[in-house]
């Protein structure tokens, strides 16, 4: 079993809509949890953390913790083609200096 | 430039041979970290430096693979022996030690091919 896994994609929306990305992971002790963006041929970004339960926003971005169902998520409301990228999960365990990477989610958003 | 640098961005090389990547961290950056990518994965870790010190090194990495950081400033990752599985983006990372381990700047990467 992966210790992060994402939603297969790939996942296509319309401009201006919400994209829902998704994640699990397997640890219980993880306690850091990040989402980076990865433009096609680039390196990984950092686009959002989250520490604690509940949902996070910044800008169009909210990132939602569940520790108890071991579920994080992204949400990107109006949707632009510039958000067309490969979306990665990480997550931190406590004691561990390394993160743990999903394979990623392909977004392509639409004209 | 205030970013993380990695060179040669791209290598070709025949199996067998060595190859050794340099990664330069943003210059106040205490840690660095080495991750390879292969396509339709995540970055996979790989090491681990705080300053100059190997914190961390993968279970996963052969003894082919050897990195360093010698002063705490740049680090080389070197392949001995590659073989066509080594094929793959090596990526090198840095950040703050005051700021959350998950916090990384990336580099752009170096791809290396293996023939």
């Known amino acids: 079993q992966k210790e992060v896994e994402q939603n297969s994609g790939p996942l296509s929306v319309p401009e201006g809509a919400i994209a829902s990305l998704n994640c699990t992971y397997s640890?219980?002790?993880?306690?850091?949890f990040f989402w980076y963006r990865q433009y096609s041929g680039k390196s990984p970004e950092l686009i959002m953390s989250?520490?604690?339960?509940g949902d996070k926003e910044d800008g169009r971005f909210t990132a939602q913790l569940n520790k108890a169902s071991q579920y994080v998520s992204l949400l990107i409301r109006d949707s632009q083609p510039s958000d067309s990228a490969t979306y990665l999960c990480?997550?931190?365990?406590?004691?561990?200096?390394?993160?743990?990477f999903g394979s990623g989610t392909q977004l392509t958003v639409l004209p | 430039d205030t970013g993380v640098s990695q060179d040669p961005r791209h290598k070709i090389t025949k199996r067998g041979q060595n190859v050794t990547f340099r990664c330069d961290p943003i210059s106040e950056h205490n840690r660095l970290y080495w991750y390879r990518q292969t396509l339709g994965q995540g970055p996979e870790f790989l090491t681990y430096f705080q300053n100059e010190a190997q914190l961390e090194k993968s279970r996963l990495l052969s003894d082919r693979f050897s990195a360093e950081r010698p002063k705490g400033s740049f680090s080389t990752l070197e392949i001995q022996r590659t073989e066509q599985g080594d094929s793959a983006m090596y990526l090198c990372a840095s950040s703050l030690l005051a700021v959350n381990t998950g916090e990384l700047f990336f580099g752009e990467g170096s791809r290396l091919t293996v023939l």
């Open positions: 989250i520490y604690s339960n």
């Open positions: 990480a997550v931190n365990s406590g004691s561990a200096r390394q993160l743990t």
């Open positions: 640890d219980r002790v993880s306690q850091s």
